[in-house]
């Protein structure tokens, strides 16, 4: 099986309680056999300036795909939703798994 995670900023990271569930998701489902690859915004990490997210590749076993996005409060998140959505629609995923963004619904809403 191959899942695709999408919607939130990026991991590792400690930014947000999403951060924290795609991580710990994504882990135990490599450490299940399943093929886990996790759509992470470029960017830079807010909550630890140490953590170079942009070299990584793979991170506890699920594979680290960086998609290019805006850096504007707003526009981020719809961005880089959209180009992940649409790369990862031709990767031929069982499951294309979305973390809820609640600043996406802001915009769609406004």
Request: aromatic letters at 10%.
């Amino acid at each position: 099986m191959k899942i695709a995670m999408i919607g939130h900023k990026r991991i590792p990271s400690r930014e947000g309680g999403v951060e924290i569930v795609v991580s710990e998701l994504a882990s135990r489902l490599v450490k299940d056999g399943i093929e886990v690859d996790v759509y992470n915004r470029k960017g830079n990490n807010i909550a630890d300036k140490n953590i170079k997210t942009k070299k990584i590749k793979e991170y506890n076993g699920a594979k680290i795909k960086t998609i290019f996005t805006i850096n504007k409060k707003g526009l981020d998140a719809l961005i880089y939703s959209f180009f992940a959505s649409i790369i990862a629609s031709f990767k031929h995923y069982d499951c294309l798994h979305y973390h809820a963004e609640r600043e996406l619904w802001n915009v769609m809403d406004s």
